[in-house]
């Protein structure tokens, strides 16, 4: 099992800026996905980002392209997402999120089997 902790969130006006980090018990140069989702009030959790600790390859759900960088931070076994042009409607509870695999981290809720505590991240308009 991976031990996960999220840090960061707040709240931020529409079209700012916001930095999650998730800190891992193991990630770096693992066969482990980490992958930050979200869940807002009333809906199903969603993917957000995704990536590999072996090759720090990384996928992004469609509503981020362009807004959302996932990556792996300075600290060992740490990963980052950096949120910028941040809308309303990216309100939402964020988790952190792994699982031991072989590669193709996909955006996929069901396939993460360790999860983080949840950090809020609120944007106003």
């Known amino acids: 099992q991976v031990q996960l902790a999220e840090s960061g969130g707040g709240s931020v006006q529409a079209g700012g800026s916001l930095s999650l980090s998730c800190a891992a018990s193991?990630?770096?140069?693992?066969?482990?996905?980490m992958g930050w989702f979200r869940q807002a009030p009333g809906k199903e959790r969603e993917a957000v980002a995704t990536i590999y600790g072996l090759t720090g390859t990384t996928k992004y759900a469609d509503s981020v392209k362009g807004r959302f960088s996932i990556s792996r931070a300075d600290a060992k076994d740490t990963v980052a997402l950096q949120m910028s042009g941040l809308k309303p409607e990216d309100t939402a509870m964020y988790y952190c999120?792994?699982?031991?695999?072989?590669?193709?981290?996909?955006?996929?809720?069901?396939?993460?089997?360790?999860w983080g505590q949840g950090t809020q991240v609120t944007v106003s308009s």
């Open positions: 999120a792994a699982v031991r695999r072989g590669g193709n981290c996909l955006l996929n809720v069901t396939m993460y089997t360790d």
């Open positions: 193991q990630f770096t140069n693992s066969a482990i996905c």
